[in-house]
């Protein structure tokens, strides 16, 4: 049973250009929401994080969006560059602290 | 670097044999977690532990254990080896309490052939 939910399997933007992933979820116990960012070859590195008690949170040019009634979220990364060609994973946890992730997104930034 | 270790690397073995991955949580974390992430696929949860017990289970399959041990580092043992257990396996720690935000290691990508 899948609880989080990225049905965009990939994603192309020009440099510059803003890149926007999505994320859906269905267990409304979740109440933290956090986004990865991996390269082949290494772990997932922590990128960004909200809080269920808010709706957006900006990190340089990161931000995350969350509409709870909808059950859905978002990041959106601006100016895209390069080194953002990535794959992005969404993760939800809820009191138990357990992650709950989605599938991927593969973002390439073109030049 | 996240701080989290995982060794080894890679791993190649046979069908029906037994391998051993190891992960050292970032200084400080008690929690440790385990994930396998399958070809293409999202990260899914195995275990966790925090400080020596184990605390939740997820899709682990009865052929695979781990422990925590005193000096926080975790083991993740898989055995009776199958094709299907070939994936990228991944360490987490988290700080205790309240946070929520996972470090993971680099993974072992395991091959069984």
């Known amino acids: 049973d899948q609880q989080v939910k990225q049905n965009s399997p990939s994603l192309s933007v020009q440099e510059g250009r803003i890149s926007i992933l999505n994320c859906d979820y269905t267990?409304?116990?979740?109440?933290?929401f956090l986004w990865y960012k991996k390269y082949p070859a290494e772990g997932p590195t922590f990128l960004i994080s909200i809080s269920s008690i808010k709706d957006k949170n900006e990190d340089g040019r990161f931000t995350v969006f969350l509409n709870k009634s909808a059950k859905h979220l978002s990041l959106h990364i601006v100016p895209s560059q390069p080194g953002d060609s990535a794959v992005y994973f969404c993760a939800a946890s809820a009191r138990d602290y357990k992650l709950s992730f989605g599938a991927g997104t593969t973002v390439t930034v073109r030049a | 670097d996240s701080g989290v270790t995982q060794t080894p690397k890679h791993l190649i073995t046979a069908t029906g044999q037994r391998v051993t991955l190891r992960c050292s949580p970032r200084?400080?974390?008690?929690?440790v977690y385990w994930y396998q992430q399958s070809l293409d696929q999202g990260l899914q949860f195995l275990i966790q532990y925090y400080n020596g017990e184990e605390r939740a289970k997820g899709n682990i399959l009865e052929r695979f254990s781990a422990q925590q041990f005193p000096d926080l580092h975790s083991e993740l043992n898989l055995s009776s080896l199958e094709l299907g257990d070939s994936a990228l396996y991944f360490c987490a720690s988290r700080a205790w309490p309240g946070h929520h935000t996972q470090y993971f290691g680099p993974g072992t990508r395991l091959t069984v052939l």
């Open positions: 267990n409304s116990m979740f109440d933290y």
């Open positions: 200084s400080g974390d008690l929690s």
